[in-house]
């Protein structure tokens, strides 16, 4: 067995802009490993934590590409396992989209100009004597609010300002080459953020003329609307909704990849050994899972500082969740869900749903008992390096009474 | 007005990527030598304050997390910004105004963009209603701005890829820089652009770091350092956030805080700009009244490494350093967020 470490170099101006490009070659050093240098994508020495951690480098940011230079390459040290220690990447690369499903009231100002946008018209509102669009609820001058006195402007406008997206990302509202532009709607005195679809850069250019066009499906949404140079504009005719846009969804979706730190990964090899993995800290405490690192007396801890757990606590405390329906909730039913510290743990476990104890038995003080399911069923897919919230995978099949009397409410054990 | 000074700054090696340590295991040793380099210990420290975002990492209250760089116990006095680093280093300006009690103060910044796409993260700064769905993400937002300069006659992208070769020039004197090197702008201008008219040059590095200061007030700085660089002014001012409302040639926040700060009561030896892209160069040294006499970003500003959130915090550092070393007497430090400089904060630094 080989670990490795990854190192980030750049062939092109040496120390200048050492970032990865797509379909980057590997490089190997090392006596271990036959060193040869290999491709990335063809190479039988490269195992999956390399492949995941080199394409998601490369997909970090295209922005950061270079066409026409020599490619900039990773660096692969081999070296034995005997010497893994804090500078080794762990086999476990971790990936999560963060989400969030906003949806929000958007008051009577904006909810006026996604009510018309809806509707195939564009309203600014007169602040003074200037008509803003998109319109504002205070005069951005004085931070007097403004009345509710809206004006048509558009569908037509001029471009003041633009930049042409040669790559757009996939969260961009035109899945194609596309210009952002501030554009001035007639009839307007201040200018929007918009795309344009335009044919190529050469098609826009500042001061040109662009016309709005509302998509087939409208929501409500400032991306019902995009732009188009004025002569190639189709002429649309719009049924207007019923009622105002009073809600407004957005959904944040950010995705995210890593590799679980070295610590992280011998406690998750542990979970699915069956093993609870701690790190003991120097005042003697066990902290679980383990830091890496001890935080008082801020000391790197190692694979000798690791110590195992029995699989046997102590209920601190337990309520029953009414599941609230939200995206992504699977519960359905009331259930069970406790805090437990695991005997010599100086932290508890993240809440633990119990599913097999009646509510009218269980209570705090119990003796309970892990039971791990089958080696081939446990899996650690929502293991992170995240410690404030730590996952123990879904390893555990249930907890069950220990056997042993309740723990005296007096004498639970302290934890953090 | 209490005088207060930086006496020590410290930072990471500027990496593209760190995989191997999490925000702590970065932020812990650039703390523990800084303590060292002035003989304090942890617990000597009256007030701690850190800059971070936890979206750039997708991890909720990994500020908490990064505590754990600090041995914070027994507990310490402590807060956070939700923002660049230099808003705490001004939010700790302020408490040691008000409580004579601190004497000393650590504020450190980390960013670890190498997780996420820094292009989508940043565009949640926007409006949500208007800006944010249709994505215009920052390299977009400052071509906008680039355009703006152009259309006006007040620079040229040769004058943009100028920035860059200066700030990459600088760099190579900078041993953590993570960008460096001799280039000629003629040549840098024959790259495609990204968002036209900027190329790769003209935009920030993405970078994972940590960095950290410490503050100390009066007799107490004097007495731990050397050359104290005193904070003489400290300002921040903020612009409209919608692009549209605003005209992107200039930055009436940047030029407020600054006269606000004293930027113009004596001789600039150096200035460290917080320009994620090189046209806000330009646009600042013309805000904050900089002129022919004084070295723009010895450090090699931007280019030198964007430990986003930290940044800011390595603008004031930088100059604090050469404050501290004798090479200058008198920096100003600038730090922004938000889309086009929306939000700009300004020290004014001066030695003895």
Redesign the interface.
Known sequence: MFTYR?E?TNSC????????GRGLPLRHEGSTKPSKPFDFFGSECVDLALVV?AFV?A???Q??D??GQDPPYLMVHYEPSSKQG????SEFPIS?T?EFP?T?T?GPV?GR??TGLRDGRILGIRSGDRI?C?P?EFD?DTCETLALDFVDVGPSGTVE???????P?S???IQEPFA???VKLDGAD??????VKASG?EAIS?GMRVTAQFREERVG???DVYFVPEADAEKQSIEPGEGEVEI?T?T?S??????L??HSARFAQGLLDGKFIGQRTRDGTVSFPG???D????V?LTEADDVELPPVGTVLSYTTIAPIQYKGQTETEPYLTAIIILDGAGQTLTPQDIRNIPTDEFRVGMRLRAVFKPAAERDIDNVD????YPSIGNVVDHWESSGEPDCPLDELPESV | MRDIAIIAFGQTENKRTERLLNEAEMIAPVVGDLLKSVGLKRTDIGFTCSGSSDYLAGQPFSFVMALDALGAWPPINESHTEGETAWALYETWVKMQADEEIETALIYGFGRQSMGSPREVMTLMNNPYLEAPIQPDTISQAALQARVMIDKGIATEKDFAEVAVRNLKHAKSNPLAQCSGDFDAETLLKDPTIASPLRKHDCPPITDGACAIIMAAGDKARELCKRPAWIRGIEHRIDVQALGQRDLSECPSAKLAAEAAGVSKGKVDIAELHAPFTPQDIILQKALGLGDDTVINPSGGIHQGNPMMGTSLVRIGEVANRIINGEADRGVAHGSQGPCLQQNIVTVLEGE
Do not use: C, Q
């Open positions: 990854l980030l101006f040496g120390s200048f802009f050492p970032h990865l951690a480098l997909e970090i940011d922005a950061w270079r066409p804090a500078v080794t990447m999560f963060l906003y929000r958007p904006i100009f996604l803003l998109p504002m951005p300002n633009w930049t042409w997206i040669a790559e990302t969260k961009h509202p952002f532009a501030l201040t200018v929007m953020t918009h795309a850069p500042t949404a400032v991306t407004t957005h944040i950010l995705p995210y990849t890593d590799t730190y070295p830091k890496g690192y935080a008082l007396a801020r790197v390096n995240d410690w404030m």
